[in-house]
Nanobody, 116 residues
Framework: QVQLVESGGGLVQPGGSLRLSCAAS????????MSWYRQAPGKERELVAA????????NYADSVKGRFTISRDNAKNTVYLQMNSLKPEDTAVYYC?????????WGQGTQVTVSS
Protein backbone atom coordinates (compact mmCIF):
# COMPACT_ATOMS: atom_id res chain seq x y z
CA GLN A 1 0.00 0.00 0.00
CA VAL A 2 2.82 2.38 0.84
CA GLN A 3 4.37 3.78 -2.31
CA LEU A 4 7.28 6.16 -2.78
CA VAL A 5 8.20 7.26 -6.29
CA GLU A 6 11.40 9.18 -6.88
CA SER A 7 11.97 11.38 -9.91
CA GLY A 8 14.30 14.10 -11.12
CA GLY A 9 17.50 12.16 -11.51
CA GLY A 10 19.69 12.39 -14.56
CA LEU A 11 23.05 13.39 -15.93
CA VAL A 12 24.55 16.67 -14.76
CA GLN A 13 27.97 18.30 -15.02
CA PRO A 14 30.15 18.89 -11.96
CA GLY A 15 29.07 22.09 -10.27
CA GLY A 16 25.57 21.75 -11.61
CA SER A 17 22.29 21.37 -9.79
CA LEU A 18 19.47 18.87 -9.70
CA ARG A 19 16.26 18.60 -7.72
CA LEU A 20 14.90 15.21 -6.76
CA SER A 21 11.29 14.63 -5.82
CA CYS A 22 9.65 11.79 -3.95
CA ALA A 23 5.89 11.46 -4.24
CA ALA A 24 4.27 9.49 -1.43
CA SER A 25 0.97 7.67 -1.25
CA UNK A 26 -0.77 5.01 0.81
CA UNK A 27 0.00 6.43 4.22
CA UNK A 28 -0.33 9.57 6.31
CA UNK A 29 2.67 11.41 4.94
CA UNK A 30 2.69 14.17 7.55
CA UNK A 31 3.28 11.65 10.35
CA UNK A 32 6.46 10.24 8.84
CA UNK A 33 10.02 11.39 8.99
CA MET A 34 11.46 11.39 5.48
CA SER A 35 14.96 10.92 4.25
CA TRP A 36 17.13 10.49 1.20
CA TYR A 37 19.72 7.76 0.91
CA ARG A 38 22.11 6.98 -1.89
CA GLN A 39 24.04 3.96 -3.04
CA ALA A 40 26.98 4.01 -5.39
CA PRO A 41 28.24 0.86 -7.15
CA GLY A 42 30.16 -1.34 -4.73
CA LYS A 43 29.18 0.80 -1.77
CA GLU A 44 26.69 0.45 1.02
CA ARG A 45 23.58 2.58 1.05
CA GLU A 46 24.20 5.73 3.07
CA LEU A 47 22.02 8.41 4.60
CA VAL A 48 22.22 11.71 2.75
CA ALA A 49 19.59 13.89 4.41
CA ALA A 50 16.65 13.56 6.76
CA UNK A 51 13.74 15.71 7.81
CA UNK A 52 11.30 15.35 10.68
CA UNK A 53 7.59 14.88 10.11
CA UNK A 54 6.81 18.55 10.67
CA UNK A 55 9.92 19.78 8.88
CA UNK A 56 11.36 21.49 11.95
CA UNK A 57 14.64 19.58 12.00
CA UNK A 58 16.87 18.67 9.10
CA ASN A 59 20.08 16.68 9.17
CA TYR A 60 22.70 16.07 6.50
CA ALA A 61 25.67 13.87 5.89
CA ASP A 62 28.90 15.80 6.27
CA SER A 63 29.72 15.14 2.63
CA VAL A 64 26.68 17.07 1.38
CA LYS A 65 26.20 19.69 4.09
CA GLY A 66 26.02 23.16 2.60
CA ARG A 67 25.30 21.79 -0.88
CA PHE A 68 22.10 19.78 -0.48
CA THR A 69 18.79 20.86 1.00
CA ILE A 70 15.98 18.54 2.01
CA SER A 71 12.46 19.92 2.23
CA ARG A 72 8.91 18.64 2.31
CA ASP A 73 5.47 19.79 1.33
CA ASN A 74 2.99 17.87 3.42
CA ALA A 75 0.07 19.29 1.43
CA LYS A 76 1.54 17.66 -1.68
CA ASN A 77 2.81 14.49 0.03
CA THR A 78 6.20 15.17 -1.46
CA VAL A 79 9.75 15.41 -0.18
CA TYR A 80 12.50 17.10 -2.18
CA LEU A 81 16.25 17.06 -2.33
CA GLN A 82 17.82 20.13 -3.89
CA MET A 83 21.37 19.29 -4.90
CA ASN A 84 23.77 22.10 -5.76
CA SER A 85 27.48 22.18 -6.52
CA LEU A 86 27.34 18.56 -7.53
CA LYS A 87 30.51 16.49 -7.54
CA PRO A 88 31.38 13.25 -9.33
CA GLU A 89 31.36 11.48 -5.97
CA ASP A 90 27.67 12.32 -5.67
CA THR A 91 26.98 9.83 -8.44
CA ALA A 92 24.65 7.16 -7.07
CA VAL A 93 21.14 5.83 -7.06
CA TYR A 94 19.14 8.02 -4.72
CA TYR A 95 16.36 6.48 -2.65
CA CYS A 96 13.51 8.03 -0.74
CA UNK A 97 12.67 6.59 2.68
CA UNK A 98 9.69 7.04 4.99
CA UNK A 99 9.98 6.11 8.63
CA UNK A 100 7.70 6.14 11.65
CA UNK A 101 8.98 4.29 14.67
CA UNK A 102 10.26 0.94 13.42
CA UNK A 103 8.26 1.05 10.18
CA UNK A 104 10.31 1.89 7.13
CA UNK A 105 9.48 2.05 3.42
CA TRP A 106 11.63 2.65 0.35
CA GLY A 107 11.17 3.98 -3.14
CA GLN A 108 12.62 2.38 -6.26
CA GLY A 109 15.42 4.90 -6.62
CA THR A 110 16.49 7.41 -9.23
CA GLN A 111 19.91 7.56 -10.86
CA VAL A 112 22.06 10.66 -10.47
CA THR A 113 25.21 10.82 -12.56
CA VAL A 114 27.65 13.71 -12.19
CA SER A 115 30.14 13.72 -15.01
CA SER A 116 31.79 16.09 -17.44
Amino acid sequence: QVQLVESGGGLVQPGGSLRLSCAASGFTFSRYAMSWYRQAPGKERELVAAITSNGNIRNYADSVKGRFTISRDNAKNTVYLQMNSLKPEDTAVYYCNAKAGYLSSWGQGTQVTVSS
